[in-house]
């Protein structure tokens, strides 16, 4: 995240022609960004402390504030001191978690003893969801390449809140597939040619009198991704206090072979949100819809609920939320799905490394 303040952008029309583009320097601050969420789910909760970036800085490296003293109070004087497991990561205990008519509020004191704070924040029902539902929808994605995922699934969610509250919500989901690769396939080129050279989390080795041959059981060919929602989805600020909701669109999933090798386990969350969280995902989500025009508003600075004690006048980002949570959870079979599906390529690499949030450990639930 950075934090843009001045991007002025001038375009001139004189006689329909189009003056040079002119950018003028683009001045930065350096700033605290939180990313905290406390449930009424049973912990460990997770509080992330990051620095904003200048732009000239490369934005993949994510800086994090790390030795600052991270706490979580809430209205009855109770204080959670959360644990710094890594560098700008703080957790809660296990048994810690929030109470839905309980307000509370999040304290951070850096390293160099500066002081900020959140509001006391409410948690708030988050009602109940009803029924996750999906479609198959064919030719909707990769229309110029025939060698891409054609077809989709479409999930959405039915759900309610509680009569006499706001009902403002949030709703985000997770997938889990199993994947499959073939690392004792990997080859080497040598003065004789191919020969095999298996990954050692293969089970195999290869001796040129023996060949190819497995000695142990392979700890990286069977593999569990993890993908999460990428995109803001919140209620709509002018339903206030509607109880029901219907038919919100959640994913649309690719239809590959990768996803459906046997079966996606997909879940939803519907999370209460108090007014100023959802403003903050509101303007989140408004900015990814626009991000692909030419004029969207990006140099908007999303702020959220943060304070500086020590500073007044500092600028201080991201979101400290306090949510209850309904859960909901289906699987998607292959067999359910007519296809057909785009055969992926063999994949001859450890997948845990390949894939993206991957873990070898078959999930219970699997």
């Not at 950075?2 to 002119?22: A, M, N, V, Y």
């Not at 309610?160 to 690392?183: E, H, L």
């Not at 569990?224 to 994913?251: C, D, H, Q």
Request: hydrophobic share 35%; glycine share 6%; charged share 25%.
């Amino acid at each position: 995240m950075r934090s843009l303040k001045l991007l002025p952008i001038l375009i001139l029309l004189l006689d329909s022609c189009i003056e040079k583009l002119e950018v003028p320097s683009i001045y930065t601050t350096s700033g605290l960004v939180v990313d905290g969420l406390l449930t009424d789910a049973a912990g460990p909760h997770t509080i992330k402390l990051l620095i904003t970036s200048p732009v000239e800085k490369d934005l993949d490296v994510i800086q994090y504030e790390g030795g600052a003293t991270v706490s979580i109070v809430d209205d009855s004087g109770n204080v959670e001191t959360l644990k710094e497991t890594e560098k700008g990561i703080y957790v809660t205990s296990n048994d810690f978690k929030g109470e839905v008519g309980k307000r509370y509020q999040l304290s951070i004191i850096t390293d160099e003893d500066r002081r900020y704070q959140s509001d006391l924040i409410e948690m708030l029902p988050a009602g109940e969801i009803l029924n996750i539902s999906y479609e198959y929808v064919p030719n909707v994605l990769n229309p110029f390449d025939i060698n891409q995922p054609q077809n989709a699934v479409d999930v959405y969610l039915d759900g309610v809140g509680i009569a006499g509250y706001p009902n403002r919500m949030r709703w985000r989901w997770k997938g889990i597939y199993q994947t499959k690769t073939y690392p004792e396939k990997r080859v080497k080129i040598t003065p004789g040619g191919r020969v095999p050279d298996p990954i050692p989390c293969s089970g195999f080795i290869y001796t040129p009198v023996a060949g190819l041959i497995q000695v142990k059981d392979c700890v990286c060919c069977d593999c569990w991704p993890t993908e999460y929602s990428p995109a803001a989805n919140v209620s709509k600020e002018f339903t206030p206090g509607t109880t029901s909701f219907t038919r919100i669109f959640l994913a649309r999933l690719p239809v590959d072979m990768w996803r459906f090798y046997t079966k996606y386990y997909f879940e939803a969350e519907q999370l209460s949100v108090s007014d100023d969280v959802h403003r903050f995902w509101e303007l989140i989500e408004s900015q990814q819809a626009s991000s692909g025009d030419l004029f969207q508003p990006n140099v908007v600075q999303v702020k959220g609920n943060m304070r500086s004690l020590t500073d007044p006048a500092e600028e201080v980002f991201g979101i400290f939320s306090v949510s209850a949570v309904s859960r909901k959870n289906l699987f998607i079979t292959r067999d359910e799905l007519p296809g057909p599906f785009v055969r992926m390529d063999t994949v001859v690499a450890d997948c845990r490394a390949y894939f993206e949030n991957s873990v070898n450990q078959k999930p219970p639930f699997w």
